[in-house]
């Protein structure tokens, strides 16, 4: 009886032993893993141009309230890099395609190209309009067309250059990343679609894309109006 027990006893301990080892064994893997995706990420930021980086942080506003990257990069201890170059993570690009077609009627290429061209051509009326408006218009725009890019409906380029007009248009009206936010909010509440609760969530993501220190609107210096053209080239 003592052996049988005894013996079942020595089982229970080896197969504890082997969870114990698989259980580390898949932790390494998954560190390894996050460690390798970490540093994929961090040479794609590398290589990014300012001017990329400019025109995704316009767009930082959406990008954070529908796919929170501040938390994801702080627990892989990593830049925020889905803030400032245009693709967003793999498991994303379903909801972004769906937010899209919600939010722009933007359901395929052609919708999105088309969703795309209609907003280039406000610039000239959006250079008259308030700077809660303008701002309002800016980040949608950004998050039309870095999104469309994202998810493959054209070439991060062409994203790229469709922007021009709203990135010359943020830097000749505002002064830094705290205004061009401050005055999104104030555009925001007057802005098709507002309402009350998207307002309470707006205000909270600008709030942490103020004082996160991984934040673009922290780490990203806003451009001077003298080195537009030198930004605009870069891309």
Same mark, same amino acid.
């Given at each position: 009886?003592?052996?049988?027990?005894?013996?079942?006893?020595?089982?229970?301990?080896?197969?504890?032993?082997?969870?114990?080892?698989?259980?580390?064994?898949?932790?390494?893997?998954?560190?390894?893993?996050?460690?390798?995706?970490?540093?994929?990420?961090?040479?794609?930021?590398?290589?990014?141009?300012?001017?990329?980086?400019?025109?995704?942080?316009?767009?930082?506003?959406? *990008? !954070?309230?529908? #796919?929170?990257?501040?938390? /994801? @990069?702080?627990?892989?201890? $990593? &830049?925020?890099?889905?803030? =400032?170059? +245009?693709?967003?993570?793999?498991?994303?690009?379903?909801?972004?395609?769906?937010?899209?077609?919600?939010?722009?009627?933007?359901?395929?290429?052609?919708?999105? *190209? !088309?969703?795309? #061209?209609?907003?280039?051509? /406000? @610039?000239?009326?959006?250079? $008259? &309009?308030?700077?809660?408006? =303008?701002? +309002?218009?800016?980040?949608?725009?950004?998050?039309?067309?870095?999104?469309?890019?994202?998810?493959?409906?054209?070439?991060?380029?062409?994203?790229?250059?469709?922007? !021009?007009?709203?990135?010359?248009?943020?830097?000749?009206?505002?002064?830094?990343?705290?205004?061009?936010?401050?005055?999104?909010?104030?555009?925001?509440?007057?802005?098709?679609?507002?309402?009350?609760?998207?307002?309470?969530?707006?205000?909270?993501?600008?709030?942490?894309?103020?004082?996160?220190?991984?934040?673009?609107?922290?780490?990203?210096?806003?451009?001077?109006?003298?080195?537009?053209?030198?930004?605009?080239?870069?891309?």
């Amino acid at each position: 009886m003592f052996k049988f027990f005894k013996e079942m006893l020595d089982t229970v301990k080896e197969g504890m032993a082997e969870g114990r080892a698989e259980l580390a064994q898949e932790t390494a893997e998954r560190e390894a893993k996050a460690q390798q995706d970490g540093a994929a990420l961090e040479a794609r930021l590398a290589a990014s141009s300012r001017y990329e980086n400019m025109a995704v942080a316009l767009a930082a506003i959406y *990008r !954070e309230t529908f #796919a929170p990257e501040l938390k /994801a @990069a702080k627990e892989a201890n $990593r &830049s925020a890099v889905h803030l =400032l170059c +245009v693709p967003i993570p793999d498991e994303e690009v379903g909801p972004w395609k769906n937010l899209l077609a919600r939010d722009f009627d933007a359901g395929d290429e052609a919708q999105a *190209r !088309e969703a795309i #061209a209609d907003t280039h051509d /406000a @610039a000239e009326a959006m250079a $008259r &309009s308030t700077d809660g408006e =303008l701002a +309002v218009w800016i980040a949608r725009f950004a998050h039309l067309a870095t999104g469309s890019a994202a998810v493959g409906y054209l070439q991060a380029r062409e994203a790229l250059d469709a922007l !021009e007009p709203a990135v010359a248009l943020a830097i000749e009206r505002f002064d830094g990343w705290e205004g061009y936010g401050r005055s999104f909010l104030e555009g925001e509440r007057d802005a098709a679609g507002s309402n009350f609760m998207g307002r309470k969530v707006l205000a909270s993501v600008t709030e942490r894309l103020l004082e996160d220190e991984r934040s673009p609107w922290k780490t990203l210096a806003w451009s001077t109006r003298d080195a537009l053209p030198a930004l605009l080239a870069s891309r």
